[in-house]
């Protein structure tokens, strides 16, 4: 089974930055794609970012394109977030997620393992 725990959200004022991290067990996290959701209060969750299993290509959502930056470090079996110039419209409960096979790692649905979340809020 596998187990994802993410961990650095917090508060932050509107052009700061913050750092998600999710470290993943449970199977060989490096033959497999990651991504990072969000979910704000009465809206559905959405795929933010997504990275393949080697790091060699990624996928944004237009919403944080130029402001979030999604890497991984195999040996280590984290996939982070690095989110700048904030805006209050970030905040949400985020998650990571992994999908279950080998399929098209920018489509929501292929994802079928979560963590518990984090929550970002950006204040103005």
């Known amino acids: 089974q596998v187990q994802l725990v993410e961990s650095g959200g917090g508060l932050v004022q509107a052009g700061g930055s913050l750092r998600l991290s999710c470290l993943a067990s449970?199977?060989?996290?490096?033959?497999?794609?990651m991504g990072w959701f969000r979910q704000a209060p009465g809206k559905e969750r959405r795929l933010v970012a997504a990275i393949t299993w080697s790091g060699g290509s990624t996928y944004y959502a237009d919403s944080v394109k130029g402001r979030f930056t999604i890497s991984r470090d195999n040996a280590k079996n984290t996939v982070y977030l690095q989110m700048t110039s904030l805006k209050p419209e970030d905040t949400a409960v985020y998650y990571c997620a992994a999908p279950a096979g080998y399929s098209d790692y920018r489509l929501e649905d292929e994802y079928d393992y979560w963590g518990q979340g984090t929550q970002v809020t950006v204040s103005s």
């Open positions: 449970g199977r060989a996290f490096s033959t497999y794609a």
